[in-house]
């Protein structure tokens, strides 16, 4: 239960995160900052961005992209320098490469495999009608417990 | 004593319901009708020992029975009456409780009013409903015990989780397990058809309200779970896409779907094992839910029970129950033989898109909640799935929902004519494209994204419109007004519930596109202007609360001079469970919300604020709410109250139409 209560402290404390102090003088630099940082995430803490999170090292990562995008990285830079320390783990938005493109192409792949059944079993049945395999008097009270009306 | 008598009466409670699934499956099987009128009383006795044991626990709870160990881990003398009771689902044990008791509450529900039913297939799905009693009850009896004793009772318990000490989320819980465990329902009854070996339109009728009743329940409780993040959490967020809302997303998802195609099985007798197995899916869904949360294999903000025997019981209740059926499904879904035929442009069809779409996106929502188990496992890669994931993956599905919905309202059964459906709809997709392109214009640069939202929406609504329209037919106004009147509520809870679907719609796509932060250092007394508003911190101030301190700010906001409202966000401090909170003040509107948070001190004075202007928030949840309403008058509809059991009584005469 301590635990628990220090995970949560951890997780979902709520005086909030982007501090007064931090926020950059340039709108534009700022803007991208809070962008990146919507995508990054906050390692100490369960599936909460480094933007939103109140964990130290979140602050500690929102002043380090920052830093970088004052010093004139792009935002390719800022995310190449996080990972190069971090791993892809920071990463919220899981990268289009390798296993991961399995994942972006679950999706898509469920889709048209979907759709593709469907398309044949409706093909199928439009031509096919199957004989009524219930007996007189199951219809008769089947009937009844639908009370059909049309 | 009484805490004995409800340990005991849990006990009773597990061979009540180890009766429950042995007798009538054995009567059923054997035709012996004996034994299957055994299931009625067992389910009976059963939830009336489970009520007994909830009703002790709650007691004990109210009364601060720190003998007892839950209580102590849980509660304390000074927490307001309401998180005492709300207390007892606010943790493990105690939920556990609460989800078996609601499961024996369904089985009682079936037993009662189970009459019209054919005998072996009651029998059975009571049956199948005591298995998964046993396993549920067994679970909280040699697991989970709520009813252990402390040998020496402390002074005074540990305190709730002051997170959880919140309106909003005192009620979260038993709304979402009316909705995980109704679904166990569904599933009860095509385990039963499999076993039968027959799909029917009365069994579509059945469990049709089941469904219905589970997918209201559950689109109630993830409504109050999202509102109480977004007033709670600090910063408005409302969808986190967390591993544990997820999991109650994908039953919402499975339900969604389930109850559209049972409509199918009930009307054309098509699409009956693809209903089925959504049946077993959804139910699948909300073990594998309950797995994620109390496993805490994907550990997220709420896993409360990070235990792992209890996670390997869950997850062998979730493979036994889930893959057993799976098992019979492949083994018996042959058999399912479809009478309806039907053209490829026609209501049928387009319930099928539905249903691929829906199971699609849930199927979406799977991959990327365990992808970052299967990649760290598979693949040795240690990644993050996140929100940005989800918004792109998730999002085209529900805009194709949305863009194909109405259209699949208007068609007719077994055979459209295309050129008719255009005709119907015309009026109602040009006015969309207007309002999106109003929109365009309206709002100056910023994304796509609130005139696509608003183009949907207005294609929902004003769609549903156009379909009432079609049904009220022709003639004068009163005799159209009387055929609207006249029209079954099923078809109303339709209309609503699509209704609904396009406000959400909406409020998320303006509140993502349109909000408007800001984050400064405000004096006492200071002004600063946020928007159209002007803000005031008046001041801060220290109270004391039951069971915890506050700093309490007192800001007044005007708009071109004139008072809007005075918010006093705060920041608590619980020290029994040594946690702060905050408790952000939202002036709530139609058209926006005002969002004002309270922050730490500063060094050189003045107090950090962040102010939100959150435009069209509340329609987030308001078209939830007409969602469940939507689903609210489907039930209500005289059918589901006959096939439910009304039809014992003598049957008026209907004349014809």
């Known amino acids: 239960m301590r635990r628990l209560a220090l995970i949560l402290a951890l997780v979902a404390a709520p005086a909030f995160a982007v501090q007064p102090d931090e926020i950059l003088d340039d709108p534009a630099l700022e803007a991208r900052a809070r962008d990146l940082s919507e995508g990054l995430r906050c390692l100490v803490c369960r599936n909460e961005n480094i933007d939103n999170s109140n964990a130290d090292l979140a602050r500690d990562l929102r002043l380090a992209v920052r830093e970088r995008l004052v010093a004139g990285d792009s935002d390719e830079e800022v995310i190449a320098y996080l990972t190069d320390r971090y791993g892809e783990y920071i990463l919220l938005n899981p990268t289009l490469t390798g296993s991961n493109l399995i994942l972006w192409l679950a999706g898509p792949a469920m889709l048209l495999l979907g759709a593709g059944i469907a398309v044949v079993a409706t093909r199928r049945r439009a031509q096919a009608a199957p004989p009524d395999d219930l007996d007189p008097e199951e219809r008769a009270r089947l009937d009844a417990i639908l009370d059909r009306r049309d | 004593m009484l805490i004995e008598f409800a340990h005991f009466a849990l006990i009773l409670a597990l061979v009540m319901a180890a009766l429950q699934c042995v007798l009538p499956l054995v009567g059923a099987w054997k035709g012996w009708r004996g034994y299957m009128e055994a299931a009625a009383p067992a389910a009976t006795s059963q939830f009336l020992l489970l009520s007994f044991a909830f009703a002790v626990l709650t007691w004990a709870f109210v009364t601060s029975d720190f003998s007892l160990r839950l209580v102590t881990l849980n ?159 600090g910063w408005g967020g409302f969808w986190f896409w967390d591993p544990v809302e997820n999991a109650s997303f994908m039953p919402w998802l499975i339900a969604a779907a389930l109850l559209h195609s049972a409509i199918v099985v009930e009307k054309r007798e098509a699409l009956k094992a693809w209903t089925i197995l959504l049946a077993i899916l959804a139910f699948g869904f909300s073990l594998i839910g309950a797995f994620i949360v109390r496993s805490g294999v994907l550990t997220s903000v709420h896993a409360f029970a990070t235990d792992p025997e209890r996670g390997v019981y869950l997850l062998a209740i979730t493979g036994v129950f889930t893959g057993g059926a799976l098992t019979l499904y492949a083994a018996r879904a042959g058999g399912m033989q479809a009478k309806g035929v039907f053209g490829l442009a026609s209501r049928e069809t387009a319930l099928v898109a539905n249903n691929v779409l829906l199971a699609v996106s849930c199927f979406v929502v799977f991959v990327g909640t365990v992808w970052p188990l299967i990649a760290e496992m598979a693949f040795d890669r240690k990644l993050s799935v996140g929100a940005p994931f989800f918004n792109a993956a998730f999002t085209p599905f529900m805009v194709a929902l949305a863009a194909l919905l109405p259209i699949g309202a208007v068609m007719p059964w077994k055979r459209a004519r295309p050129g008719r459906v255009v005709g119907e709809l015309w009026g109602a997709l040009v006015l969309s494209i207007a309002l999106g392109a109003f929109v365009w214009v309206m709002q100056t640069g910023g994304s796509i994204l609130a005139p696509v939202g608003a183009v949907l929406a207005a294609w929902l609504v004003l769609g549903t419109i156009a379909d009432l329209r079609l049904r009220a037919g022709r003639g004068d106004l009163s005799s159209r007004v009387m055929r609207l009147v006249r029209l079954p509520r099923a078809d109303w809870g339709k209309a609503v519930a699509h209704a609904g679907f396009g406000v959400t719609i909406f409020g998320i796509a303006a509140l993502t596109a349109w909000q408007v932060e800001d984050i400064r250092v405000a004096q006492e007394g200071e002004t600063f202007t946020v928007g159209p508003y002007d803000l005031t911190l008046q001041g801060v101030r220290q109270l004391d609360g039951p069971n915890y301190v506050t700093t309490l700010g007192t800001i007044d906001i005007t708009r071109n001079g004139r008072a809007v409202a005075t918010l006093e966000p705060e920041k608590r401090f619980y020290p029994v469970a040594q946690m702060p909170t905050t408790e952000a003040a939202i002036d709530n509107g139609v058209l926006r919300d005002l969002y004002v948070v309270i922050g730490d001190p500063q060094d050189n004075g003045g107090w950090a604020v962040r102010t939100y202007i959150k435009p069209f928030a509340n329609w987030i949840w308001a078209g939830a709410i007409i969602m469940a309403l939507g689903g609210v008058l489907s039930l209500s509809d005289r059918r589901h109250r006959v096939a439910a059991g009304a039809a014992k009584a003598p049957r008026r005469a209907v004349p014809a139409e």
């Open chain 2, 75 to 233: 509660s304390h003398t000074a927490k307001p009456m309401i998180y005492k009771i709300a207390g007892v689902w606010g943790n493990h044990e105690g939920s556990m409780l609460l989800w078996c008791l609601i499961l024996a509450l369904y089985a009682a529900l079936a037993a009662w009013f189970g009459g019209n039913l054919r005998e072996t297939t009651r029998a059975r799905v009571l049956g199948v409903q005591g298995a998964i009693s046993v396993a549920f009850v067994s679970f909280l009896v040699f697991t989970s015990n709520p009813f252990e004793r402390l040998a020496v009772p402390p002074m005074n318990g540990e305190d709730l989780n002051p997170l959880l000490q919140d309106p909003g989320l005192a009620f979260h819980p038993p709304f979402l397990y009316l909705g995980y465990v109704g679904l166990s329902m569904a599933f009860s009854f095509a385990v039963a058809a499999l076993i039968e070996g027959r799909v029917d339109a009365a069994w579509g009728r059945w469990v049709r309200p089941w469904t219905l009743a589970a997918w209201l329940f559950l689109t109630i409780g993830i409504a109050l779970g999202s509102w109480w993040a977004y007033y709670e959490l």
